[in-house]
T-cell receptor
Framework: DGGITQSPKYLFRKEGQNVTLSCEQN?????MYWYRQDPGQGLRLIYY???????QKGDIAEGYSVSREKKESFPLTVTSAQKNPTAFYLC???????????FGSGTRLTVV | QKEVEQDPGPLSVPEGAIVSLNCTYS??????FMWYRQYSRKGPELLMY????GNKEDGRFTAQVDKSSKYISLFIRDSQPSDSATYLC?????????FGGGTRVLVKP
């Protein structure tokens, strides 16, 4: 079955550490996205990529980095520069940008 | 002012009632309108997708778009306890998708 796989489901980070969240899709979608979701708030766009080896900052990119070396994969690194990283992170993909997205099941990141 | 406004709820209804959800938006360039359902600790799943003013039905779900008022709605008929979730509107213009904050819905048996 086609879909998006995010791992791990739960992740704990110590202060000052970088952590990487995995996102893999087998839908053959060109566009991929990372969103952050906080309680009571909507989804906020961190980074997006329309094609391999290309990505753009979203609304809240500070403290995050991404890569897009393969069409299927779009990992997100939460760096130590991100001061409030505790949140639910969602990866999504779409055939073309701006249309209906398919989401992964999310990664819940907690700073300990 | 947020580009897409959505009442956070919670909205509590008895089983079998009609659930009425709505969003307002400010950017008249928005072209595509979507509704997502999100269960707790899960990713959102696409429920409805439309790009024109008017109504679109899919089973128990009806999406309504009024571009002149910049207002979109989702109606759920014969609501079931399994419909209890957070519903997010999402609106696209060109290469950007903007989400509302979501409305939490609770359908009581």
């Amino acid at each position: 079955d086609g879909g998006i796989t995010q791992s791990p489901k739960y992740l704990f980070r110590k202060e000052g550490q970088n952590v990487t969240l995995s996102c893999e899709q087998n839908l053959n979608h060109d566009a991929m996205y990372w969103y952050r979701q906080d309680p009571g708030q909507g989804l906020r766009l961190i980074y997006y990529s329309q094609i391999v080896n290309d990505f753009q900052k979203g609304d809240i990119a500070e403290g995050y980095s991404v890569s897009r070396e393969k069409k299927e994969s779009f990992p997100l690194t939460v760096t130590s520069a991100q001061k409030n990283p505790t949140a639910f992170y969602l990866c999504a993909s779409s055939i073309t940008q701006g249309k209906g997205y398919t989401f992964g099941s999310g990664t819940r990141l907690t700073v300990v | 002012q947020k580009e897409v406004e959505q009442d956070p709820g919670p909205l509590s209804v008895p089983e079998g009632a009609i659930v009425s959800l709505n969003c307002t938006y400010s950017n008249s360039a928005f072209q595509y309108f979507m509704w997502y359902r999100q269960y707790s600790r899960k990713g959102p799943e696409l429920l409805m997708y439309t790009y024109s003013s008017g109504n679109k039905e899919d089973g128990r779900f009806t999406a309504q778009v009024d571009k002149s008022s910049k207002y979109i709605s989702l109606f759920i008929r014969d609501s079931q306890p399994s419909d209890s979730a957070t519903y997010l509107c999402a609106i696209a213009a060109g290469n950007k998708l903007t989400f509302g904050g979501g409305t939490r819905v609770l359908v009581k048996p």
